[in-house]
Nanobody
Framework: QVQLVESGGDSVQAGGSLRLSCSVSGATYTPFSSPWCIAWFRQAPGKEREGVAA???????SYADSVAGRFTVSQNNAKNIVYLQMNSLKPEDTAMYYC??????????????????????WGQGTQVTVSS
């Protein structure tokens, strides 16, 4: 079983930046030892969970159109951490942000990796609030 813990959420002004972290661990399994994909999702009150960005073990990345050019997903293999750097934040980015993992990774076909049902392991989330 894989455990994921998000951190870095905060309240910021519009135009500001935040960096979220997703720490990945497993009791008897080293997640980063075989092909994997980790994605970031977000969910605002009353809205469906939506995919934001994803990265795989070969550094292949995927982004939602709403965040492309503003958000960057990256990994630190040595520390088993995946980051989400969020710049030029907008009030509409306000949501609970979750990371999710899947081994092996889902298809690279456009949009697949940003679908919540492709992932079986989820963290508890970290809140991001952007004020205008």
């Amino acid at each position: 079983q894989v455990q994921l813990v998000e951190s870095g959420g905060d309240s910021v002004q519009a135009g500001g930046s935040l960096r979220l972290s997703c720490s990945v661990s497993g009791a008897t399994y080293t997640p980063f030892s075989s092909p994997w994909c980790i994605a970031w999702f977000r969910q605002a009150p009353g809205k469906e969970r939506e995919g934001v960005a994803a990265i795989d073990s070969e550094d292949y990345t995927s982004y939602a159109d709403s965040v492309a050019g503003r958000f960057t997903v990256s990994q630190n293999n040595a520390k088993n951490i995946v980051y989400l750097q969020m710049n030029s934040l907008k009030p509409e980015d306000t949501a609970m942000y979750y990371c999710a993992a899947e081994f092996p990774p889902p298809s690279r076909r456009r949009g697949v990796r940003l679908r919540p049902y492709e992932y079986n392991s989820w963290g508890q989330g970290t809140q991001v609030t952007v004020s205008s």
